[in-house]
């Protein structure tokens, strides 16, 4: 399962293997993009990521953190661009695409629907057995996202 928090700046992942009582950590991380970039010239370097990861890994499957609204309208229609570039990515290597909301992956992992960053980085390292919570925070995002499809399936 490939979990990803994506964004036009730093875009989250965590490849996690399902296995009881709710998986094992493979890989998270980052993709940088740089923000001085014009955006197609970073949509295509997540692109490559993504689908470096997808042949890397050769997941099941690909679950990523669906759009939620935003007083700005500008970041939320480019955030949908880099949402675009990882179904994208995927459907190219023939995955079926879950996607979750940001509080429903924050009830799922964290508790609590409003659970902060840290208490869901907490609960990711708890629930993989991890002596340390992954980091940055938008690695940890994106492993919780791959534990929120898991817990959900």
Known sequence: MLGVDPGTQVTGYGVVD???PVGRLVECGTIALDRRDPL???LRTLHDGIAALIARHRPDSVALEDA????NV???LVLGHARGVVMLAAA???LDVFEYPPAT?????GGA????KWQVATMVARLLQLSRAPEPSDAADGVAVALTHILRA
Do not use: C, E, N, P
């Open 18 to 20: 399902v296995v009881a």
């Open 113 to 116: 629907g409003a659970a902060r």
């Open 105 to 109: 992956i924050k009830q799922t992992v």
């Open 68 to 71: 939620f609204y935003r007083k």
């Open 40 to 42: 197609a010239k970073r």
């Open 92 to 94: 190219k290597a023939d």
């Open 74 to 76: 500008r970041t939320a």
